[in-house]
């Protein structure tokens, strides 16, 4: 058995943020003493280790507890999705860095944007999602979009690729302003409306979306000009502070 301050110093993880996934039931300790300090034993400790790898996937940790305490939950195919999904992370910063080295050689000059595009990581997160998924959210998704003809769906889209219209708009102004900040309200009202119910935490998940390149940032700045897709995470990162 270990304590909370041990497995603390093991992991990495608060003691904060593991009285709080007691608190949530996300992860219980395998007992208490009598003074009800936390002991936490190897099973317990496998499923900090499984916690921490879904966090890597950007999963809610509400959707987290849905998926680990699943009476089907396949703790093997589980790692393979995050294995695969941190060779995709680790491709990606290798594009990084060696576009960055070339950037020394050759100067800023030499324009190369293809270490940006993030596209497979965001697709392969997005399939994994769905499929351990069935959270609320996704469902409220698709029961939606079920009950939209063509027509309401592009005149939807239509509608919201307009706010990042109106967001590259504001560009010049301090993302933490009332009005920016406003904006950013509307845009999670307008995705609670039309996909799924947007919590401060989706929101912050999606805002790194919008901004980690592949077609999301393309359109995103298509639409209100360079740098718009940036600026949205800025005002959406200083919203869900």
């Known amino acids: 058995m270990k304590t909370v301050n041990e497995v603390s110093k093991l992991t990495g993880v608060s003691i904060r943020t ?28 496998e499923r900090l280790q499984q916690i921490l790898l879904f966090r890597e996937l950007e999963f809610p940790l509400k959707d987290i507890k849905d998926i680990v305490t699943r009476s089907d939950f396949d703790k093997r195919k589980a790692l393979e999705q995050q294995i695969e999904l941190l060779e995709l992370k680790k491709e990606h910063i290798e594009n990084l860095i060696s576009m960055c080295h070339g950037l020394k050689t050759r100067g800023v000059r030499h324009l190369d944007f293809t270490a940006f595009d993030s596209s497979k990581l965001d697709e392969y997160a997005r399939r994994a999602k769905e499929q351990w998924g069935n959270t609320p959210e996704y469902k409220e998704f698709e029961e939606k979009n079920e ?15 307009k706010i990042f219209e109106e967001f590259g708009a504001m560009k010049d102004q301090d993302p933490a302003s009332s009005i920016v900040q406003d904006q950013v309200k509307k845009l999670q009202s307008f995705i609670t409306e039309h996909f799924y119910k947007c919590t401060n935490e989706i929101l912050s998940s999606l805002g790194k979306m919008y901004v980690g390149g592949g077609e999301f940032t393309e359109n995103i700045n298509k639409m209100g000009g360079e740098g718009t897709a940036e600026f949205t995470y800025k005002a959406i990162k200083h919203f869900c502070r």
């Open 18 to 45: 593991l009285q709080y996934y007691d608190k949530i039931g996300l992860l219980k300790p395998a007992e208490y003493t009598e003074s009800g300090y936390r002991l936490y034993d190897d099973a317990a400790l």
């Open 147 to 161: 009950k939209r003809s063509k027509s309401e769906e592009e005149s939807m889209m239509a509608d919201f690729m």
